[in-house]
């Protein structure tokens, strides 16, 4: 099964435990693929640096790293007309829509508003580990 992480599922993944960690492990051990762009890839970065300097003693490199190396680096296009609420949250839509992704994993509710769009299922770190994890 291939998702697209939102970044903040990323990095609550990275530093903190709970749903978004679960995700992050069952990637590890293979069980679903996790589909990026070069735009993702730049905010997850961004974002993890920026936290990083409030959890020194947390590396975001490693996972950064193998997300780099490991997810589906997707070329995308941009939507015909602003989708999400906030028009940052696009790249996550046009992320799953090139990847083929059928869900974006996100703990935002201006994306989380936009589920449905061309087939595409924006769900919560809970919605998700339940249904696709918990099996």
């Excluded at 960690?21 to 993702?40: C, H, K, M, V």
């Excluded at 974002?47 to 995308?76: C, G, K, Q, W, Y």
């Excluded at 939507?79 to 059928?102: E, H, M, N, Y």
């Excluded at 769009?117 to 809970?126: D, H």
Aim: proline share 7%; charged share 25%; hydrophobic share 40%.
């Amino acid at each position: 099964m291939r998702v697209v992480l939102d970044t903040n599922v990323l990095i609550s993944g990275i530093f903190f435990a709970g749903h978004p960690y679960e995700i992050l492990d069952a990637w590890q051990q293979g069980r679903l693929e996790i589909a990026t762009s070069p735009e993702i890839l730049e905010e997850y970065s961004r974002v993890a640096l920026e936290l990083s300097a409030e959890f020194p003693e947390i590396d975001p490199h490693p996972i950064l790293r193998l997300i780099m190396i490991e997810s589906r680096l997707t070329t995308t296009t941009p939507l015909p007309r602003q989708v999400c609420d906030d028009p940052a949250d696009d790249k996550f839509l046009t992320c799953a829509i090139a990847s083929g992704a059928r869900i974006i994993v996100s703990g935002d509710k201006a994306l989380r508003r936009a589920s449905g769009y061309q087939g595409v299922s924006v769900l919560s770190p809970r919605e998700f580990a339940t249904r696709h994890l918990r099996k």
